[in-house]
């Protein structure tokens, strides 16, 4: 019975590895199904890296530490502990967070400012009530043209929001220009 | 460095008014999506590294956004229909019931947690709250994982250590499941939405019976317990505490509140100008969508009451915290 239960962590009955019958905890008494994969049952070893011999090359970061591979990006030196495995090659600490931190390592990207949603949300919302959108128009221009090649989230494919709000913007712009295009020429014809 | 990955999205999605919760799939991992309006951030889980994946019988009381919207955008075609169709206000009534019978009978049997567990802890994946989704992600996913790890070996159900070694002995069912809520000074109760949307609820009722000094008094102290939740849940999500669903969705009929009073404030002052504009009142005059916004305000306000106090008597599964092994 390696399964545990998902409301109280405590053990779980797992007839069968394909079962679509769900299973009652016995003790917090939840109705769960559980499916078991190998994973749980590997070993969780972590590596720690052998001491490295006299005239054996040892790891950038740890000296006393035997090299075991060299990184794909900088070819520095890496110990077991260090090296890691990313896109099939063998990568150092410091090259995946200078990838991290530039955004060129997209796999491990963990957060997204949505600048399409952001600019859609100016030029909508405070159209609600009108008049903020003297300025808040521009300023969703602004934040279009800024932004316009930032990549989106991960999942989304197009820009249809920016394109939307961009549009939106300079109706919203128009509609002040006409407003006081007209008050100007009603001024004049008044004097 | 490799192109973006091509993502295919997965069974169950959900979508607040804020909040919204999306699963993918890529050739080797799960992808989760929870985006906060203007900021999505992601988890990802490798199919190599997903040791179990369990759903659990749990009520959901998770209102879809459509659920709100669909009401408040079918009550101005039914107030213009009421002139001609006397049964509008009927007809409009019947769906918003029919909504909520679906809604309830959904959240108290058709709601579902789904946790998936990895070597470093257990994650919640929030878009599956609902049973049917749930089942459609298993078979969509489940095939991937046995892919990438291979089957079960023989006699695994003796194999692996349990977690924890030894089981001591725990209190009754009953006891467990209905345990208290999270407390803390950082929680807005949900007992305090609930009585600020009676209390808003009631006003708008009182309003059309035409009592106006006692709606006076009914609106401070709604006003006052809706300022005081909504803030309460404000701080609490600003310092990443725990909010539950159900406060959540408490402020949100909070807020819908607050536009059903702002409108209900403008539509005779609209009805006066267009009036006084047009020159002849008696065609012009739009009582009647007044009427209906004090019902729908009744509506909302009761009626949220009703399910905030009833999600506080089946609290089972829907307020506990992602655990860590």
Known sequence: MPAICPQCDFPFPVAAPESEEFSTCPVCGAESLVRVFPALLAPAAAPTGETAGESEAVCFDHPRKRAAAACSQCGRFVCALCA???????????????????????????????????????????????????????????????????????????RWRMVLALVLALAEIGFWVTIVVVAAIAARKAK | MSGPRHYRRLPGRRQGLLFGASLWVAEDHVLSVQSWRFREEYRRYYFRDIQTISMTRAHDWLVPAW????????????????????????????????????????ALFGGSQVKLRTAVGTATLKSLHRMRAARKFLVAVEPLVRAAQGPLPEGW????????????????????????????????????????????????????????????????????????????????????????????????LAIVMGVLAWMRNFVPELEQLIAHKAGNPATLRLTTSYVWLQWATTAVGLGGAVVMVTALLFPKASRKADTAP
């Open chain 1, 84 to 158: 890691t495995e990313f896109r099939g090659e063998c990568w150092c600490p410091q090259c995946l967070a200078a990838g991290v931190q530039k955004k060129r390592v997209t796999e491990l990207e963990n957060s997204r400012t949505l600048y399409d949603s952001i600019a859609l949300g100016l030029a909508t919302l405070p159209a609600l009530l009108i008049s903020p959108t003297l300025l808040t128009a521009p300023a969703t221009l602004l934040v279009s043209l800024i932004y316009w090649k930032k990549p989106l989230g991960l999942v989304r494919r197009w």
């Open chain 2, 157 to 252: 159900q003796d194999m692996a250590p349990v977690y924890p070694p030894a089981a001591p002995e725990k209190p009754r069912a009953a006891e467990v499941v209905e345990s208290a809520p999270p407390k803390g000074p950082l929680w807005a109760p949900p007992w305090l939405v609930a009585a600020g949307l009676a209390a808003a609820g009631g006003m708008a009722w009182l309003d059309l019976r035409g009592y106006s000094a006692a709606v006076q008094t009914a609106q401070a102290i709604a006003g006052l317990l809706l300022a005081g939740a909504t803030a309460w849940l404000v701080l609490g999500r600003l310092w990443k505490r725990v909010a539950t669903r159900v406060t959540v969705w408490g402020v949100v």
């Open chain 2, 67 to 106: 659920m709100v919207w669909l009401p408040l955008v079918a009550i101005g075609p039914a107030a213009i229909l009421f002139r001609f169709w006397p049964d509008a206000l009927w007809a409009w009534g019947w769906m918003v019931a029919a909504e909520a019978a679906w809604w309830l009978g959904s």
